[in-house]
């Protein structure tokens, strides 16, 4: 079992930046994938980025490509989400998972309950 919490969301305007937290629990942080979601209001829970259980690979949405950059700290048992030049349509709830992969398949079995993303125009 994992428990996950994340914080760091807000308000923030068009431009600005974000680092997201997510702290893990218990002692087997390093056995899992992280990754983070969002959810818009009225959207499906969409993928946003995810890093491997050692650090060394990443995987980026399209949208956050380029403005966003996932990491890990395994002495912290935390995964950050640094977010910049933030746009209104990244307003979202931002979840955390941990999920475990095989070859290129990742599932997802333990979530966050969620941290609040604003950005204004």
């Known amino acids: 079992q994992v428990q996950l919490v994340e914080s760091g969301g807000g308000l923030v305007q068009a431009g600005g930046s974000l680092r997201l937290s997510c702290a893990a629990s218990g002692r087997t942080f390093s056995s899992y994938a992280m990754g983070w979601f969002r959810q818009a209001p009225g959207k499906e829970r969409e993928f946003v980025a995810q890093i491997s259980r050692g650090g060394g690979s990443t995987y980026y949405a399209d949208s956050v490509k380029g403005r966003s950059t996932i990491s890990r700290d395994g002495a912290k048992n935390t995964v950050y989400l640094q977010m910049n030049s933030l746009r209104p349509e990244d307003t979202a709830v931002y979840y955390c998972?941990?999920?475990?992969?095989?070859?290129?398949?990742?599932?997802?079995?333990?979530w966050g309950q969620g941290t609040q993303v604003t950005v204004s125009s």
């Open positions: 998972a941990a999920g475990q992969s095989i070859a290129t398949t990742t599932t997802w079995p333990y």
